[in-house]
């Protein structure tokens, strides 16, 4: 796109008979951000911090990337092939941990590492995060915030119209919880979406029936996909989906978040880009608990920017990738976002009830990694568990699903 751009300006100069000699105008100064953050409180987000930036980097101009559907599925899509074309953007959204790593591993990234430094990063972002963006001995994105995903989002009016009043204590309680819902006449109390946002509600489900580290073991390959605890998980979350949409795989997550505002269901799993997002479609009365039986386990994501090899304008990106890491930046992109800042040092004042809760939540918490969010799992791992949540949708055979799983873990697992 931007290498049409500038044929077409080295053409109006030769037609116009001006040459570079005659021109010293510098081209203009833009910073091509690409992510996946289209509408609704992950816009509100992203425009805060371009707010910030324009702040921070007089001269520069924000140029926005971003390709539409939740969790980043086009958009992942979009860059691979611009990464193909030789035509990065200057600077990526990518999940730090596995997710990252394939843009490591292909070159596709720089080294951030003398950033950090410049930047006193390390002393504000926590030392497990660093560890986390740290392969090989060097960094290499800028982190603006820490998502959480196991979170159970409802709609409190729905669910005292049927007497409850109470998170459920354990799992059994929400599927009674939700038998009782629909007893009261909500044909599907719990909203879900397509594929990765199943993929979300399955993660959940193992991490109450296997525990924290057993769990994470799934992506280390300590924990066996084969094992009955699994297929007991897989029951589990096949209950579950029996109290679903059933046209769950025709929608996004806002798409399935609009049923809970509406009043069509009670409940959704989901991360807590929702609490933005609810509160930006104007439903700022939402309830949230941890999902049952996850107990103080925070299944954390974190987005992160990058510096694409390559990019056309340095100088702006790196401008950018301040404004992610600096404390004004993550406070104001955060509050409007629904995460919580990566850094330490931002105040929790202007943060909402819930983000409050999760900024303490943050700091006590066992933390385990999100496979659909790259924190647990490559690219092509997330492919594969998508793909196989399709295929079961289409033919409901639980051991099938397991069997694919377990699979996918074989093939994509990093020793
Ligand atoms: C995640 C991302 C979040 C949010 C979500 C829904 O992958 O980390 O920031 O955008 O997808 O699209």
């Known amino acids: ?79 691979t092939e611009r990464m193909i074309r030789h035509d990065p953007p200057d600077t990526f959204q990518a999940h730090a941990g596995a997710e990252l790593l394939d843009y490591i591993d292909a070159g596709q990234v720089a080294d951030l590492t003398g950033y950090y430094a410049d930047w006193g990063l390390r002393d504000v972002l926590p030392a497990g995060l660093i560890d986390d963006l740290t392969v090989r001995g060097k960094i290499y994105s800028v982190p603006a915030n820490i998502h959480r995903a196991n979170v159970v989002w409802t709609n409190p009016a729905v669910l005292a119209a049927a007497g409850i009043t109470a998170p459920p204590e354990d799992l059994h309680a929400f599927i009674e919880d939700l038998a009782r819902l629909k007893a ?66 025709a929608l996004d ?20 880009w929702a609490a933005a997002d609810l509160t930006a479609k104007g439903f700022p009365g939402y309830g949230w608990f941890t999902f049952p039986g996850n107990g103080n386990t925070f299944q954390w994501l974190a987005d992160s920017f990058t510096l694409s090899t390559g990019a056309a304008n340095l100088g702006g990106t790196e401008c950018w990738l301040k404004t992610v890491g600096s404390a004004a930046g993550q406070q104001v992109f955060n509050q409007a976002k629904g995460s919580i800042p990566a850094r330490t040092d931002v105040p929790a004042t202007g943060f909402s009830p819930y983000q409050q809760s999760a900024m303490t939540d943050w700091k006590s918490a066992v933390q385990v990694p999100s496979c659909a969010h790259g924190s647990g799992c490559s690219q092509a791992w997330q492919s594969a568990v998508n793909a196989a949540l399709r295929a079961y949708s289409t033919a409901p055979d639980p051991k099938t ?5 377990a699979q996918a873990a074989t093939r994509f697992i990093r020793s």
């Open 1 to 79: 796109m931007r290498m049409v751009a500038v044929l077409a300006a080295v053409a109006l100069l030769a037609a116009s008979g001006c040459g570079a000699d005659h021109d010293d105008t510098p081209p203009p100064a833009t910073v091509e951000v690409f992510t996946w953050w289209a509408e609704g409180g992950e816009k509100a987000g992203l425009d805060a911090l371009i707010t910030q930036f324009g702040t921070d980097c007089r001269g520069q101009r924000f140029e926005n990337g971003a390709v539409a559907g939740g969790a980043g599925v086009n958009a992942k899509q979009a860059l």
């Open 253 to 272: 997550w806002p798409q399935a978040e609009r049923l809970l505002i509406d009043g069509k269901a009670g409940y959704q799993l989901m991360g807590d």
């Open 401 to 405: 699903l397991q069997g694919a799983l």
């Open 184 to 249: 009261a006449g909500v044909e599907a109390p719990l909203a879900l979406g397509r594929d990765w946002t199943q993929l979300m509600l399955l993660e959940a489900v193992l991490i109450t029936d296997l525990g924290a580290d057993r769990f994470a073991g799934l992506f280390t390959g300590a924990t066996d996909w084969t094992s009955a605890p699994v297929a007991e998980a897989i029951g589990d979350f096949v209950t579950l989906l029996g109290y679903g949409n059933l046209d769950r795989d």
